[in-house]
């Protein structure tokens, strides 16, 4: 997507994440309707807290907070030092439908960048495969466009990316843009829909046709099973559990280790995530419900 309010912001020091007690006061810059029920957001961020918000590494998420209304967590999906700063929602519930009739030229309130981001300096030499589902792309698609904007750090890159239907399919002119730098995007849908003639089925499928080798990682968010199926067959060609990330997206509520709504076994899903490498938590994705 290309935003004509995008502008990258002068580096000036920034002091780490906004403390979960204090917020910046955002306006809605720019809107576009990326698929039915999904809306991206361009946050024009006031003084003083910008520099911490634009400051955010790939992965990273940030709380916005509707008064009255409530707060939710939401991937940052620009990359780091863009400003407005960009966040890709579907609309579920209470914070995010109210989101969804919000205009441009609206104020909200956020606060961030907080988790762990995608260990993109670990990978510096590696051949990526970032894969997502559904709105899951919008929390991988800053480590794409920094795979992108640095295409010599990376050895092959792939983007495998499902949704329900074609419709659903967002992002389409980054993807244009990705193909043009050199990353291969590979596209499937659920249903099969007339006039679709690319694969039908599931995100683990479009795995097949990629090469696996030493120097391969995977990072993945999306739907829990889809990550799951997704690491079973990665395992199945040889990838060790030390080269697979994902990204949990459970409900949280302080974002800052306190509250424990996001308490996944041990690990606190905003703290301690919500990037994983999958041995640190493999045997809790086995666990019902956890
Ligand atoms: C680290 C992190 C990053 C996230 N990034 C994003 C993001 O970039 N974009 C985004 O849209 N969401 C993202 N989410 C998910 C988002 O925080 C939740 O969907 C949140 O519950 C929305 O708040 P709400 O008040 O609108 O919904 P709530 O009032 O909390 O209600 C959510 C309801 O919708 C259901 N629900 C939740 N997610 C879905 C879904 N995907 N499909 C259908 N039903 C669902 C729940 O079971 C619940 O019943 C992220 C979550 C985390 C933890």
Redesign the pocket.
């Known amino acids: 997507m290309s935003w004509s309010v995008g502008t990258a912001t002068a580096a000036a020091p920034a002091a780490g994440p906004i403390p979960p007690w204090e917020y910046a006061q955002a306006t809605i810059a720019a809107l576009h309707d990326d698929a039915p029920g999904?809306r991206s957001y361009a946050l024009a961020i006031d003084e003083p807290h910008r520099n911490r918000l634009v400051a955010s590494l790939p992965g990273q998420?940030n709380m916005l907070y509707l008064p009255g209304i409530?707060e939710?967590?939401?991937?940052i999906?620009s990359p780091p030092g863009e400003h407005p700063v960009l966040?890709?929602?579907?609309?579920?519930?209470?914070?995010?439908?109210h989101l969804a009739g919000m205009r441009v030229g609206d104020d909200l309130l956020i606060r961030g960048p907080y988790?762990r981001h995608w260990p993109l300096e670990e990978l510096v030499g590696a051949d990526l495969i970032i894969a997502a589902g559904?709105?899951g792309l919008?929390?991988v698609r800053a480590a794409v466009c920094q795979a992108a904007n640095h295409r010599d750090h990376f050895g092959r890159v792939a983007v495998l990316f499902g949704a329900k239907s074609p419709d659903d399919l967002f992002y389409q002119s980054d993807i244009a843009a990705w193909r043009a730098a050199g990353i291969a995007v590979e596209l499937i849908v659920d249903q099969d829909t007339a006039g679709w003639d690319g694969p039908v089925g599931f995100v683990p499928q479009l795995l097949r046709d990629q090469p696996v080798v030493a120097a391969t990682a995977v990072i993945t968010c999306g739907p829990e099973v889809m990550m799951r199926a997704l690491a079973t067959a990665a395992f199945g060609r040889g990838l060790p559990p030390e080269r697979f990330w994902l990204?949990?997206?459970?409900?949280?509520h302080c974002a800052a280790g306190f509250c424990g709504l996001?308490q996944f076994g041990p690990e606190f899903?905003?703290k301690d995530?919500?990037v994983f490498r999958h041995d640190r938590i493999s045997r809790y994705l086995e666990v019902p419900q956890l």
């Open positions: 999904v998420f409530g939710a967590a939401i991937s999906a966040h890709t929602v579907r609309a579920v519930g209470n914070v995010t439908k988790g559904g709105v919008a929390s990204s949990m997206e459970r409900n949280m996001c899903v905003c995530g919500p």
